[in-house]
């Protein structure tokens, strides 16, 4: 079908306020979990003021009371199973909190906000010794408590889920948990966004960083096989992934919420050298999933045990966060979860046909709820999206004249109203068979 090469404009709904969370309401959130001694995943699960049991207990806890608030809205549950390892030879349970929002139109569709609740000291086996983790991961905790209490005074056709995971440090095991939770329950997950080392702004060489965070993203799809791997490089895909597309609506997200005032750097690989963290299992099981991490981290103040060791201080407490910056952090992850939640599916079976043509046509199956779509394009040496057009919810393809299929990359996205879906990467029909085409 074709379309005037003037952009055809939907109605769309104006951008919704960028997000206020609580400095203060933050504070008070790492604060207790810092005041539980040590969330160890291996320390005591029955003491009712000290280690990961209390701590889970209390996250609970504050999942009810916003639960309360908004009309019992969160069904709040405990996740769990039984996990061993290098660091848990003899075993432990894993629990996950986890808070779910259900969606009032596509309640399959799933939008994660998650972080870790451990803590660990220098020895990961170390179950007793305080393991403040303020920082690593009290602040991501306390933001996803915040995004629960904002998100849950709204309504949105995809499910929220909040989570707070357990086992980060002996091995990913909670978000491993909440992955094989998603497959057993048929969720279809839109978008993870994990958020581990969120509230520092002093790094370990004396900066001082308040208006950036980074967010990592996969390109090279993990769970995919060869076949998978061979055609994604075929098609120039490598930097659209479902994880990478999630990056870049990130991106969006900030630029339109610049009164958060936090710019994103979109780092181009899963996770820092030699470190990961608990949204890698979702993407072994093929979801996408982002982390976000501060711009700059300072290893004094993580895996330490609290001391002074000739005048420089170590340990991961309360007073190297700085609490105006991790409400930066809350607010993008609030306006992105609520862009997502608020979106149709994005669109499946996107193709693309110009091959031995200056035209090129791109087409993709209607999505259930959208009011209209959007296609994207750019130039293939570049990676940001530069081109669109924006056509009704009756449209399946759209013809780009003049826009040649080599030389440019192409991706669709579903809207409605003012939010869109991630964008789907466009690949190639099958090739036809030889002889047809040379």
């Known amino acids: 079908m074709k379309y005037p090469l003037v952009a055809l404009l939907l109605i769309a709904a104006a951008p919704a306020p960028a997000p206020n ?38 996250v609970a806890g504050r999942f009810e009371e916003i639960g309360a608030a908004c009309g019992h809205c969160l069904a709040i549950e405990t996740v769990g199973a039984t ?99 998603a497959k057993a ?22 900066e001082h960083v308040d208006h950036v965070v980074r967010v990592f993203s996969e390109g090279i799809e993990g769970s995919a096989d060869p076949a998978g791997i061979k055609q994604q490089r075929a098609i120039g895909g490598e930097d659209d992934s479902p994880s990478r597309a999630l990056a870049k609506a990130i991106v969006a997200v900030a630029a339109e919420h610049k009164a958060i005032g936090l710019d994103v750097i979109a780092v181009r690989r899963p996770d820092r050298f030699q470190r990961g963290g608990d949204h890698i299992p979702f993407l072994e099981a093929g979801y996408p999933a982002v982390r976000f991490t501060e711009a700059t981290e300072n290893y004094d103040r993580q895996h330490q045990l609290v001391r002074t060791d000739h005048g420089r201080l170590y340990g991961d407490t309360v007073a190297f966060v700085d609490f105006p910056y991790l409400a930066k952090v809350t607010a993008l992850n609030v306006a992105t ?97 030889p002889g047809a085409v040379k």
Do not use: C
């Open 337 to 433: 979860a609520r862009r997502l939640a608020s979106a149709p599916a994005a669109p499946t079976g996107v193709t693309i046909n110009g091959a031995l043509a200056d035209d090129t046509r791109v087409a993709w199956a209607a999505v259930p709820g959208a009011s209209g779509y959007r296609v994207r394009w750019r130039r293939a040496d570049g990676f940001a999206w530069t081109e669109q057009r924006d056509v009704p919810a009756s449209a399946t393809s759209l013809d780009l004249v003049g826009v040649n299929i080599d030389d440019h990359l192409f991706g669709v996205a579903a809207l409605n109203g003012g939010a869109e879906s991630l964008v789907t990467f466009a690949g190639v029909p099958p090739r036809p068979a």
């Open 83 to 181: 996990m061993s390892g290098p660091r848990a030879p003899a075993g432990v349970r894993i629990e996950d909190v986890v808070a779910v929002q259900k969606g009032t139109g596509d309640p399959d569709r799933v939008v994660i906000v998650q972080a870790h609740i451990d803590s660990r000291v220098n020895d990961v086996m170390d179950a007793t010794t305080d393991a403040p983790g303020a920082n690593d991961d009290a602040s991501g905790v306390a933001l996803v408590i915040e995004a629960a209490r904002l998100l849950s005074k709204e309504k949105f056709p995809a499910t929220i889920v909040y989570a707070a995971l357990s086992g980060e440090e002996q091995g990913l095991w909670g978000g491993k948990l909440l992955a094989d939770t």
């Open 21 to 58: 969370p609580d400095p203060a309401a933050l504070r008070a959130s790492v604060t207790t979990l810092v005041g539980f001694g040590t969330r160890h995943t291996l320390s005591t699960t029955t003491d009712p003021k000290r280690g990961i049991g209390a701590a889970r207990r209390w």
């Open 185 to 206: 329950r048929g969720w279809k997950v839109a978008a993870v966004l994990n958020n581990d080392i969120v509230g520092n702004t002093h790094g370990i060489g004396g």
